[in-house]
């Protein structure tokens, strides 16, 4: 901390009484030796922003987001200033980012609308019942609902499609993403964001060749349409590999990201087994039915 800010945590009753409690609960979180030199820096912090109590807040709430990474860093020994603190480089943070959405909107997607579905509806109970085939789409609502879960019944089709076909599909969910996470990410400098566009934009044309490709290649009879498409989940469970790998390599990224990277892998790797199941196949069956 600068020597100017020293004189500053005396100012605290500047702060609402919610604001000083939530900077005395993170710092409860905290070493003990380390408690009094953050409270000093993050109401220092508080203390310098203009923009109101929505701007403290969301200050406060990426304090607690880092407080993981903080408490480790404090605990290996303390460090002098929070600037000798090396940050996340960027590119492996949307690294991170990209495989989390664009393979994890895919998978969730799958595991929504594939097994947890045929399991909740009992599907084969009611195949035994009737004797008659249960198509997936009136298992939704079809009265006034449908309006309303018709965006959310789109994207979790399109995602598990993309999860059992792979190819461009797959290709087309992670430039997608690209796209979204460079609108959302407002707070990265514009060439950041420009990157994380170009590489979606990139994922999305390659995604629209690799279609048109196959379409042709299927209409002049050249290949089979599972040649190109229908992988049961193959190239979502190498994705999911690498996902693995960089949760266990990022060694750099927050406690959550790598977690949430970690369980994302175990989830696309289960894929393409569950597929090969004779319960996984039927279920498939049902769906691509």
């Given amino acids: 901390m600068s020597p100017d800010r020293a004189g500053e945590p005396a100012q ?8 000083r409690v939530a ?16 409270r000093d820096e993050w109401t ?3 203390l310098t922003f203009a923009g109101g109590a929505g701007t403290r807040w969301r200050y406060l709430a990426s304090a607690a987001w880092t407080l993981p990474a903080l408490r480790h860093a404090a605990r290996r020994g303390g460090f002098a200033d929070l600037s000798t603190v090396a940050p996340v480089p960027g590119a492996l ?16 997607s799958w595991l929504i609308m594939v097994p947890l579905t045929y399991i909740a509806a009992d599907v084969p109970g009611r195949i035994d019942r009737t004797g ?3 198509d997936p789409k009136t298992l939704w609502p079809t009265d006034g609902l449908f309006v309303v879960l018709l965006p959310l019944e789109v994207l979790l089709r399109l995602g598990a499609w993309a999860a059992i076909l792979g190819g461009p599909l797959l290709l087309g969910a992670f430039g997608a993403s690209g796209l979204v996470l460079a609108v959302a990410r407002r707070r990265r400098s514009g060439r950041h964001r420009f990157v994380i566009a170009a ?4 994922c999305l044309a390659l995604a629209a060749v690799a ?5 042709l290649a299927w209409s002049y009879g050249a290949v089979y349409p599972d040649a190109f498409g229908l992988d049961s989940g193959r190239t979502v469970a190498v994705l999911g590999t690498a996902a693995g790998v960089l949760a266990l390599a990022g060694r750099r990224l927050g406690t959550r990201t790598r977690s949430a990277l970690a369980v994302l892998s175990i989830l696309a790797v289960t894929v393409p087994i569950v597929h090969v199941t004779t319960t996984g196949a039927e279920m498939l069956t049902w769906y691509l039915d």
Avoid at 95 to 106: R, S
């Fill in 132 to 134: 008659a085939l249960v």
């Fill in 44 to 46: 220092a912090d508080l």
């Fill in 199 to 202: 590489v979606g934009l990139a």
């Fill in 23 to 38: 900077v005395a609960v993170l710092c409860r979180l905290l070493p003990v030796d380390f408690r009094s030199r953050q």
């Fill in 211 to 215: 279609g048109l490709v196959a379409g």
């Fill in 93 to 108: 943070t949307s690294t991170a980012h990209l495989f989390l959405l664009g393979l994890g909107w895919p998978v969730l």
């Fill in 12 to 19: 605290q009753h500047r702060l609402t009484r919610a604001e």
